[in-house]
């Protein structure tokens, strides 16, 4: 399609225009920002580096834990691929820097001067064909004007001189124009195929960075989250380790006696014969005998005697001192003591002048004569050394309060597995029923990230403790 010659000077003229007003500032900011993606990946670079020493910090730290060696491993080898992976991005970088943003500096300083000396060239040429055009028109008019009067014969000649002249300068404008307006174009989309190429280089780069990446993270993945799928599995050597712990080594005779002289199941039953009287006993007619509950005097008596205990006491099993030493000899179920030492009584009741009890200091049961201790009392201690008033107890609420009830512990919650049934200790817990004076411990909440576990109250016998 035909155009007119001035059209496509100022089409040459705008392109000219368009890449020094327009493309060539463009390229300056995008210097600016190609320096700051730098410095910003740069730095991404150098905290990916840190991160990942830390990470690689607490891998050396799991190393020593038996149970989770392989998973520090884990840790360990993730850090360092992930090193070099940024070291990578550096690399490459540093090459969009060599290769694409120092080019673009470079040429657009370049580019500035020579596209404003082609522009001017241009335009002093266009300016000068147009004059020269110009004028071969305007000596063209005046040589046709001499000719109209006599003798135009003679003018003939020079018009044809004049009409050749200014056809050959037309021509010669016309080839100006087309080769200006080709020259400009091409000079622009020059430009923009210089930055298509280097961002196309830069783009074959990061291809390549994302490939390696893959290669050094895709392989090892697997083997990696297969290491820390089963949190339940622990190593040959721990797992052996701990079935030896758990095996219950042989106990020895002494240690045997003391378990059945222990043993929970029950009281082993009384000796068969009759307790003997100690011939020693009527020394001791002031102070009441057992059994304890024969007569409502005896009842009364341990009513006053645990009214006058101190807060301390309540909750506690009745407890006598032995005024005569007892020798169990080759009966197992029988206490052996010394004068003095205080039994706390595990059966109140008398059984043919034989009671059952725990004898503290040794912590050893078994049966002993009821005619050789004598209830025991704590020295009652005053209200202002409490700090809180004593309270009476009847022998209800202290038969309530001996009353045990074995507490509930959840199972561990580390896993998606359905919860089993609570566990019974084999040892029974302390005392839920607590009466007055006793220092109970607010309930606990231990937080776990993997479960979470409420235990019950507990009673304590600390005096920092608030009292209920």
């Known amino acids: 399609m035909a155009r007119d010659p001035e059209d496509v000077s100022k089409l040459t003229e705008s392109t000219f225009k368009n890449v020094m007003e327009q493309f060539n500032p463009g390229l300056r900011n995008l210097v600016n920002l190609g320096k700051s993606y730098e410095k910003s990946v740069t730095a991404m670079a150098l905290a990916g580096k840190a991160y990942f020493d830390a990470v690689s910090k607490i891998g050396e730290n799991a190393i020593m834990s038996p149970v989770s060696r392989e998973l520090g491993v884990v840790l360990m080898e993730i850090a360092e691929a992930h090193k070099k992976v940024h070291n990578e991005l550096e690399e490459n970088f540093k090459r969009f820097h060599r290769d694409v943003v120092t080019e673009l500096e470079k040429k657009t300083e370049m580019d500035v001067k020579y596209m404003n000396a082609t522009f001017k060239r241009y335009q002093s040429e266009h300016k000068m064909k147009q004059d020269y055009l110009e004028r071969s028109q305007t000596d063209l008019k005046k040589l046709r004007r001499k000719s109209q009067g006599k003798h135009s014969s003679k003018y003939e000649l020079r018009e044809n001189e004049y009409l050749q002249t200014i056809s050959s300068r037309q021509m010669d404008m016309q080839k100006f124009i087309a080769d200006g307006c080709r020259e400009a174009l091409l000079e622009e989309k020059r430009r923009f195929c210089f930055l298509a190429d280097k961002h196309c280089m830069f783009s ?36 052996s380790m701990i079935e030896g712990l758990s095996v219950i080594p042989e106990q020895s005779p002494l240690v045997d006696h003391y378990n059945r002289n222990n043993m929970q199941s029950g009281p082993p039953p009384a000796p068969p014969q009759k307790a003997q009287i100690s011939p020693l006993a009527n020394m001791f007619n002031q102070e009441p005998r057992f059994p304890l509950n024969s007569s409502s005097d005896h009842k009364g008596s341990l009513s006053r005697s645990t009214s006058q205990s101190s807060g301390l006491n309540v909750g506690r099993k009745t407890r006598v001192r032995t005024i005569f030493p007892h020798t169990a000899g080759n009966n197992e ?93 084999s040892m029974p817990s302390t005392v839920n029923t607590v009466s007055t004076g006793t220092r109970l411990s ?23 403790a608030p009292l209920i």
């Open 204 to 239: 074959y780069q990061i291809s390549n960075f994302h490939e390696k990446a893959k290669d050094i993270l895709a392989v090892k993945i697997p083997s990696w989250q297969e290491k820390c799928s089963d949190i339940t599995k622990v190593p040959d050597s721990v797992a």
């Open 333 to 425: 179920t029988l206490l052996s003591f010394d004068e003095g030492d205080i039994i706390t009584l595990l059966i109140q009741e008398e059984k043919d002048g034989w009671l059952y009890g725990e004898l503290e200091k040794a912590q050893q049961r078994g049966w002993f004569p009821s005619s050789y201790c004598r209830p025991y009392t704590e020295p009652a201690l005053s209200n202002s050394n409490l700090g809180t008033p004593v309270h009476r107890l009847s022998i209800a609420s202290l038969q309530e309060a001996e009353e045990e009830e074995p507490v509930l512990l959840p199972p561990p919650d580390y896993s998606d597995d359905n919860p089993s049934s609570p566990v019974v200790p």
């Open 442 to 464: 607010k309930p606990c909440v231990i937080w776990n990230p993997f479960a979470t576990v409420k235990l019950k109250p507990t009673v304590t016998n600390d005096r920092s």
